[in-house]
T-cell receptor
Framework: AQSVTQLDSHVSVSEGTPVLLRCNYS??????LFWYVQHPNKGLQLLLK??????LVKGINGFEAEFKKSETSFHLTKPSAHMSDAAEYFC?????????????FGAGTRLAVHP | EPEVTQTPSHQVTQMGQEVILRCVPI?????FYWYRQILGQKVEFLVS????????KSEIFDDQFSVERPDGSNFTLKIRSTKLEDSAMYFC?????????????FGPGTRLTVL
């Protein structure tokens, strides 16, 4: 069975400091992994995705994530937080199941950015 | 940029009433999905739809739920007799030619409140 664990429900950083949002996954197959972001009253927007190419994935707005198979992790990072990064972040796995792949979401991490 | 749209943004209904949530996926997409997020909980997969039929559904998607693509643009979720526990944010998503590798694009959601 596939699952995702986001290790922190809330993360608070100061503007200009690094961001680290942690995610561990469990998958029987070679997974595809994603990070989505949800700003208040908005839909879910894709930040980045890993689909078995390069293990370091760069996304939008300066975010990146590294796939580490040995650690079953896919942590999201950003060197310098901006106020506009405050949002809910979801780590997502999709198991390969023949084409109609549902997304399995983690519980989410709420990122707060302080001036 | 093409986007998934959903209407209404907020629906309030009485328990036992039928509701229809509407989605317009991105026009050239072939795979369609519904997810829901109960307040404070994870985003959960409900159903996927391809080639005018359900391709996968979760345990949540019981006989009270149905989906339909009534024309070439709309994708609807019907709840036949709503329960209090159906109160949630419902997200529609769509993806392109290959569900195993393509990104799922989400709409802004419909907040359903069952009284």
């Amino acid at each position: 069975a596939q699952s995702v664990t986001q290790l922190d429900s809330h993360v608070s950083v100061s503007e200009g400091t690094p961001v680290l949002l942690r995610c561990n996954y469990s998958s029987s197959y070679s997974p595809s992994l994603f990070w989505y972001v949800q700003h208040p009253n908005k839909g879910l927007q894709l930040l980045l995705k890993y689909t078995s190419a390069a293990t370091l994935v760069k996304g939008i707005n300066g975010f990146e994530a590294e796939f580490k198979k040995s650690e079953t992790s896919f942590h999201l990072t950003k060197p310098s937080a901006h106020m506009s990064d405050a949002a809910e972040y979801f780590c997502v796995v999709t198991p390969f199941s023949g084409g109609y792949n549902k997304l399995i979401f983690g519980a989410g991490t709420r990122l707060a950015v302080h001036p | 940029e093409p986007e998934v749209t959903q209407t209404p943004s907020h629906q309030v209904t009485q328990m036992g009433q039928e509701v229809i949530l509407r989605c317009v996926p991105i026009s050239n997409h072939l795979y369609f999905y519904w997810y829901r997020q109960i307040l404070g909980q994870k985003v959960e997969f409900l159903v996927s739809f391809y080639n005018n039929e359900i391709s996968e559904k979760s345990e949540i998607f019981d006989d009270q739920f149905s989906v339909e693509r009534p024309d070439g643009s709309n994708f609807t979720l019907k709840i036949r007799s709503t329960k209090l526990e159906d109160s949630a944010m419902y997200f529609c998503a769509s993806t392109g030619t290959s569900a195993s590798t393509d990104t799922q694009y989400f709409g802004p959601g419909t907040r359903l409140t069952v009284l």
